[in-house]
Nanobody, 121 residues
């Protein structure tokens, strides 16, 4: 079983930056693809970004390109999401996810509990 624990969320102001972290532990498999999703109040969960295990390939939701950056440190089994120029519409629970293969599918096998990000105007 893979455990994913997100951290780094909180209450911030419009224009601030934030870096979320996701630490993986347990029976981690080799070379997992990692991703971030988010779910805003009264909305469906949406894909934010994904990253190949090497860290060299990344995929972003088209509408979020430019302000979001996904990265990873495999030595620490941790993936990050840097969010710049935060807007009130970024308010959501941010979830980390993992699976074996990197690719265009948005289906993931393992999920964290989420970390709340609230952006005040």
């Amino acid at each position: 079983q893979v455990q994913l624990v997100e951290s780094g969320g909180g209450l911030v102001h419009t224009g601030d930056s934030l870096r979320l972290s996701c630490a993986a532990s347990g029976r981690t498999f080799d070379k997992p693809a990692m991703a971030w999703f988010r779910q805003a109040p009264r909305k469906e969960r949406e894909f934010v970004a994904a990253i190949h295990w090497t860290g060299t390939n990344a995929d972003y939701a088209e509408s979020l390109k430019g302000r979001f950056t996904i990265s990873r440190d495999n030595a620490k089994n941790t993936v990050y999401l840097q969010i710049n120029s935060l807007k009130p519409e970024d308010t959501a629970i941010y979830y980390c996810a993992a699976r074996r293969e990197y690719g265009p599918s948005r289906k993931y096998d393992y999920w964290g509990q989420g970390t709340q990000v609230t952006v005040s105007s």
